[in-house]
C-alpha cells in the first residue's frame, strides 16, 4: 500500500472539515497524485502486512485508536467501509432522472446504512470492496449504543467467514482511550 491507514483515516476525517469544497477536492487530488508519484518511482514505505477493511460506526475520533491497535499489531487498513469511508461517496445522484428530488431521494436510500432494513447494499459494497482491496481480514467498528451495528454483526460476520472465506472481528468500543490495552490483545 502506498501509505498507512492511519493517514489516509486523517485525510478523509480531516476533509470534512474543510467547508470550501473545491478546496478540499484539490488538495486530496494532489495528495494522491504525490503519493501515486512516488509510488510509482519505488517508494514503498509499508512492508507487505495483512490488508484490513474496517467498516462499522462513522470513524470520528473514536475509531483511531482502533486503527492504530490494527497497525500496531501487525496489520494495514486499507480501506474504510463506514459512515465516513467508502459508503457515504459509494453511490451517486442520478442527474438524468427528470424528478430531482426522487433522484436524490434514491441515492440516500440506497446508502448501505445499518439503519436500513433489509440492508443488502452494505453486502454489496463490502463484496466489492473485499475484492478490489485484496482484503485478508475485516473489522467491524461498533460503538457503544450505537445498536443498529451491533444488530447486523453477526450478519456480517456470516457474509465475510462464509461467503468471502476470510476472517471477521467485531469490537464494540467508545470514545475514551481506556481499552487500548484490550483492542491491542483483541
Known amino acids: ?14 476533509s470534512s472539515f474543510k467547508f470550501e469544497r473545491k478546496k478540499a477536492i484539490d488538495e486530496v487530488n494532489a495528495l494522491t497524485e504525490r503519493i501515486q508519484k512516488e509510488y510509482d518511482e519505488g517508494n514503498r514505505p509499508i512492508p507487505k502486512r495483512p490488508r484490513i477493511l474496517v467498516t462499522g460506526c462513522p470513524i470520528g475520533g473514536g475509531a483511531e485508536k482502533c486503527i492504530k491497535a490494527i497497525e500496531d499489531n501487525g496489520g494495514h487498513v486499507v480501506v474504510f467501509e463506514n459512515c465516513s469511508g467508502a ?5 451517486e445522484v442520478d442527474e438524468n432522472n427528470p424528478d430531482i428530488y426522487a433522484a436524490i431521494a434514491e441515492r440516500y436510500l440506497s446508502i448501505g446504512c445499518s439503519v436500513m432494513t433489509p440492508n443488502p447494499n452494505r453486502l454489496e459494497l463490502l463484496d466489492r470492496l473485499i475484492d478490489e482491496y485484496k482484503v485478508d481480514a475485516v473489522v467491524e467498528v461498533t460503538l457503544q449504543a450505537c445498536h443498529t451495528y451491533n444488530v447486523e454483526t453477526l450478519g456480517i460476520k456470516r457474509f465475510v467467514n462464509e461467503k468471502k472465506g476470510i476472517p471477521y472481528m467485531a469490537v464494540e ?8 490495552g484490550q483492542l491491542n490483545t483483541r
Request: one cysteine or more; glycine letters at 8%.
Open 87 to 91: 459508503k457515504s461517496c459509494d453511490r
Open 173 to 180: 468500543t467508545d470514545y475514551s482511550t481506556a481499552d487500548i
Open 1 to 14: 500500500p502506498p501509505m498507512a491507514g492511519a493517514d489516509l483515516y486523517s485525510v478523509l476525517y480531516g
